[in-house]
């Protein structure tokens, strides 16, 4: 499975950003599909996932900002990001779970300055 993310960039404070993630290779049964991120001298945390079924799951710190999406006919998934914060900036990571495992991109940096 590869994962190819896209569409991060710098942005003010306030802006909207898109990202995209376009799932290839063996996708069977796919469970979720989500973003995380990364910012400096920080752990990796979950932005938000959505299931098959489309049931999406928010950090609570992006609720009301950010609206997760998906295609699985196109298997991608994008997240719409508004009235970004600078505590939003770092490494956006597509994420898929399955019952095979779970796999990474490589990330995407978006930064939103103050």
């Known amino acids: 499975v590869q994962l190819q993310a896209s569409g991060g960039g710098l942005v003010q404070t306030g802006g909207s950003l898109r990202v995209s993630c376009v799932a290839s290779?063996?996708?069977?049964?796919?469970?979720?599909m989500g973003w995380y991120r990364q910012a400096p001298g920080k752990q990796r945390e979950l932005v938000a996932a959505i299931t098959s079924v489309g049931r999406p799951n928010y950090a609570e710190s992006v609720k009301g900002r950010f609206t997760i999406s998906r295609d699985n006919a196109k298997n991608t998934v994008y997240l719409q990001m508004n009235s970004l914060k600078p505590e939003d900036t770092g490494v956006y990571y597509c994420?898929?779970?399955?019952?095979?495992?779970?796999?990474w991109g490589k990330g995407t940096q978006v930064t939103v300055s103050s």
């Open positions: 290779g063996s996708i069977f049964n796919v469970i979720t």
């Open positions: 994420n898929l779970y399955s019952p095979l495992g779970k796999y």
